[in-house]
């Protein structure tokens, strides 16, 4: 059974960063994908970056060239750098996973791909 627990959540000023954690356990699939997803109150769940088990990345347009996904080396935990926060992308953050044969990436960005989902982790910026 696959268990995807988020950390690294919390409150920052606008401007600031914050790392979030995806530790993945139960991972037994040689391709996989994981991604960022965020929901903020009212609005529909959408991704805002993706990894591949080759390394290849994929990011939404207004997280670009401000986040980062990247994974360990032993791939057993993938992290989001988000810098230059801005009150907007406050909103719970979920890291999702699917262990699933090489596929066009843009259809990862669908949520209702993924077959495993962590608990969520908040983020909150001020402005």
């Known amino acids: 059974q696959v268990k995807l627990v988020e950390s690294g959540g919390g409150s920052v000023q606008s401007g600031g960063s914050l790392r979030l954690s995806c530790a993945a356990s139960?991972?037994?699939?040689?391709?996989?994908?994981v991604a960022w997803f965020r929901q903020a109150p009212g609005n529909e769940r959408e991704a805002v970056a993706i990894?591949?088990?080759?390394?290849?990345?994929s990011y939404v347009d207004f997280v670009k060239n401000r986040f980062t996904i990247s994974q360990e080396n032993d791939k057993n935990t993938v992290q989001l750098q988000m810098n230059s926060l801005k009150p907007e992308d406050t909103a719970m953050y979920y890291c999702?996973?699917?262990?699933?044969?090489?596929?066009?990436?843009?259809?990862?960005?669908?949520?209702?791909?993924?077959?495993?989902w962590g608990q969520g982790t908040q983020v909150t910026v001020s402005s």
């Open positions: 999702a996973a699917d262990p699933r044969p090489k596929t066009l990436m843009a259809l990862m960005f669908d949520p209702n791909k993924y077959k495993y």
């Open positions: 139960g991972v037994t699939s040689s391709s996989y994908y």
């Open positions: 990894i591949d088990s080759d390394g290849s990345t």
